[in-house]
């Protein structure tokens, strides 16, 4: 990952999807897009035909200021620029059917308000590394899944599934209708990693660095729990934290003999 810190790529024009009615015909035909980008002063009733698809198909929509859409090169814009998605959403319910078909044991990664490309992308290469079965992402309040992120994951995101939900509270009541428990990381846990049963079919929640684990989703998990750390530091990088409980994972589910 040399001097990846310093690497941002302006997408591709043939990544993009350019002009209002353009974005309107791809979100009908369900085109796969990572988001909508729109101008943020942009009104009238194509406008607000794409916040209601957009809405339907759970792409989230960023309003920027027209300098952010002219760094595009593109000057028809029309205050309206989609970008098709690098990777495929798989639908929840599907992979968890897929998954106990195969006669394995689920295995899930959440990310709740985890924002940095480099974290996501550290966070794909540990996961399927360790055999999770997808990473489930909100519509909204997550870095994009572009170019850098599959970088900085070594290409394991165009590997693991995705699964890009409206609400991880209720994709969390989705998982417990499956029988999955649900975990949440959390440094102030009382209970260490080491005495969670992760052999069992389970997710787990890890939060930003910066608020953690959303309160009201902490609360329908079925038990929290922490890294046991000795040295005295507030906290680990969410990706560096999302490696060690995996290894406890794959610990727990493959012993050594």
């Known amino acids: ?16 999807i350019i002009g ?48 952010k859409l002219n760094g595009f090169n593109i000057s028809n814009h029309e205050g309206c620029i989609a970008q098709i998605a690098k990777i495929q959403y798989q639908d929840l319910q599907q992979i968890i059917s897929f998954v106990v078909e195969n006669g394995e044991t689920p295995l899930f990664i959440f990310l709740d308000g985890v924002t940095d490309i480099r974290n996501i992308g550290a966070i794909a290469r540990s996961a399927f590394s360790f055999g999770v079965h997808a990473i489930i992402i909100p519509d909204k ?17 165009e590997k693991i599934a995705v699964c890009r939900v409206g609400s991880l509270m209720k994709a969390v009541d989705e998982l417990h209708l499956n029988g999955i428990k649900v975990f949440a ?9 080491q005495n969670i049963d992760f052999s069992e079919p389970c997710a787990i929640v890890m939060g930003g660095e910066e608020h ?22 507030e906290s680990l990088n969410v990706s ?11 610990r727990q589910r493959f012993p050594i003999a």
């Open 20 to 67: 209002r009615e353009a974005v309107i015909n791809a979100l009908k035909e369900r085109k796969q897009l990572e988001r909508i980008y729109l101008q943020s002063n942009v009104h009238g009733e194509l406008i607000d035909e794409i916040k209601t698809l957009a809405a339907q198909e759970l792409v989230p929509i960023n309003k920027v200021p027209i300098e």
């Open 240 to 250: 560096v934290a999302t490696g060690i409980i995996l290894y406890e994972v794959s």
């Open 185 to 193: 990381s959390e440094m102030t846990a009382e209970t260490p990693c």
């Open 141 to 157: 309040g997550v870095g994009a899944l572009n170019e850098d992120a599959i970088l900085t994951s070594a290409g394991a995101l």
């Open 212 to 233: 953690g684990v959303y309160p009201a989703l902490m609360k329908i998990c079925d038990e929290k729990f922490k890294i046991p750390m000795p040295g005295d530091f």
């Open 1 to 16: 990952m040399k001097n990846f810190r310093h690497q941002h790529h302006r997408p591709k024009k043939n990544t993009l």
